[in-house]
């Protein structure tokens, strides 16, 4: 079956140090996404792509940046980990415009320390 | 511009009685309506969606919602809680055409036995 997979499901970082986090997709989407959930925030937008080499910013994309090499993959970077960067971070995809259902990673919980 | 709310930040009901979670939104178009389900540390789950087809949609595990455009209103109904439905609850917004998609902070459902 078709699936959207995250990694790690947890990670412990310190300040100032780069950690990416991956997303994998085998629905052959065309669009990925990546939401940051924060407890009073719901689900925010940091990052969202259309297509392979292309990106776009989301509503929360300062710290943030992504890469589109290919159809499945959207992996996140966090550029210099700072603890307002601690949330639980999800990737999700979805094939059309904005009709179409989001399919939704299991998410991955960071820790900046 | 498009903005989704969520009049409740926390529901608590019997388990056995209805549920009502409600729901807001404000678009200049047409808007696709989702709601969507979250158990703990899960990601995601879509429970239902409305696309203009069919102003009452039934989604999974029971639930319902309304669409109503003269009270600009989504909201989710069951009428007869689990206590397996305990869990958070996001209504989701979109405009046709477009790749964004809008959360509502979540309605978090507490089932009493």
């Not at chain 2, 239902?48 to 109503?68: H, M, Q, R, W």
């Not at chain 2, 455009?69 to 996001?90: G, I, N, R, V, W």
Request: glycine share 8%; proline share 3%; aromatic share 12%.
């Amino acid at each position: 079956d078709a699936e959207i997979t995250q990694s790690p499901r947890h990670k412990i970082t310190e300040t100032g140090r780069q950690v990416t986090l991956a997303c994998h997709q085998t629905w052959n989407h065309n669009n990925m996404f990546w939401y940051r959930q924060d407890l009073g925030h719901g689900l925010r937008l940091i990052h969202y792509s259309y297509g392979v080499q292309d990106t776009n910013k989301g509503e929360v994309s300062d710290g943030y940046s992504v890469s589109r090499s290919n159809t499945e993959d959207l992996p996140l970077t966090l550029e210099s980990a700072a603890s307002s960067q601690t949330s639980v971070y999800f990737c999700a995809s979805s094939s059309g415009q904005g009709n179409e259902k989001l399919f939704f990673g299991s998410g991955t919980q960071l820790s900046v320390l | 511009a498009q903005s989704v709310t969520q009049l409740d930040s926390h529901v608590s009901v019997s388990e056995g009685t209805p549920v009502l979670l409600r729901c807001n939104y404000s678009s200049s178009y047409s808007p696709s309506l989702f709601w969507y389900v979250q158990h703990p540390n899960k990601g995601l789950q879509l429970l239902l969606k409305y696309t203009s087809a069919a102003t009452l949609v039934k989604g999974i595990n029971g639930f319902e919602a309304e669409f109503k455009k003269s009270e600009t209103s989504f909201h989710l109904t069951k009428p007869s809680a689990h206590m397996s439905d305990a869990a958070e609850y996001f209504c989701v917004g979109s405009t046709s055409g477009t790749y964004k998609y809008i959360f509502g902070t979540g309605t978090r459902l507490k089932v009493l036995a």
